[in-house]
């Protein structure tokens, strides 16, 4: 495991717990599956996903640990927890690989200014949205009253991506969260309904609802939630409050 982990887990301002249990479960996949790095720079990542892998009907079946993890207790829950930090892991090696842009030839300066102030808006994006997964981590009943986060303070890996917050309602139901900054797009409907089929199909479960944070909606979002009773939309906002500084 590179050292620097930490530093970023402490950048995506998850919780000191939260870090030590990263590394610990990133720490105890590298001893059984060996350097995660190299796996993925070898095309092996893949295969030590699926060995990670556990399904409800795996479960259900009473089928034996497919992978080379030894630890006591649930299979599913202990194989899904090492299965996130590992793809929580691969995005981190993701994230600070260098994409080598540079201005040449074949690559003229006004378009690698325009890329760069794409990539500096999209940190500017990114950084609000761990911002807002940040407090409602902390408060998450002011979003909706009966929630109780279930992710173990990570955002949740599936197939088509990383789930911001994944929660029960007080019915039972699992409850995706997806955080935008700003306005949406419609691709957000395509992403939070895909991260849902996910989970469906991960947890045998047959009724998952949608919530999506943003500061607004465009208007083919607003019309297609029309038709989608288990996806909700909420508005966020932030205040600023001013104190006169009074100097003695």
């Known amino acids: 495991m ?4 930490r ?12 870090i030590a249990a990263q590394m610990h479960r990133v720490q105890k996949v ?10 993925l720079a070898q095309g092996l990542f893949d295969v030590i996903v699926q060995d990670l892998t ?13 992978s080379k993890m030894s630890f006591d207790g649930n ?25 080598g842009l540079q201005s040449t030839v074949d690559t003229p300066l006004k378009v690698v200014n325009v890329v760069q102030k794409e990539a500096s808006l999209e940190k500017q994006h990114l950084s609000l949205e ?17 929630l109780t986060i279930i992710d173990d303070g990570v955002e949740r890996g599936v197939a088509s991506g990383f789930i911001d917050i994944l929660c029960r309602d007080g019915a039972g139901r699992l409850v995706v969260i ?12 395509g992403q939070i309904l895909g991260y849902m089929g996910d989970i469906m199909s991960e947890e045998q479960s047959p009724d998952v609802l949608g919530i999506i944070v943003a500061s607004d909606f465009d208007q083919r979002t607003l019309s297609a939630v029309r038709v989608l009773p288990n996806v909700k939309l909420c508005r966020y906002s932030i205040r600023f409050d001013f104190d006169v500084v009074v100097i003695p």
């Open 30 to 39: 590298e001893q059984a599956y060996g350097d995660l790095e190299q796996a």
């Open 75 to 99: 299979i599913r829950k202990n194989l899904q927890s090492y299965k996130n930090a590992a793809l929580l892991y691969r995005k981190y090696l993701l994230d600070i690989g260098d994409l």
């Open 2 to 5: 590179r050292t620097d982990y």
């Open 178 to 189: 997806e955080l935008k900054a700003g306005k949406t797009d419609a691709r957000v409907l």
């Open 7 to 18: 530093e970023w887990l402490v950048g995506q301002e998850y919780a000191e717990n939260t």
């Open 130 to 146: 761990r911002d807002m997964q940040a407090a409602l981590r902390k408060d998450i009943l002011r979003l909706q009253p009966d």
């Open 54 to 66: 556990y399904s409800t009907q795996d479960e259900k079946f009473n089928r034996p640990n497919p």
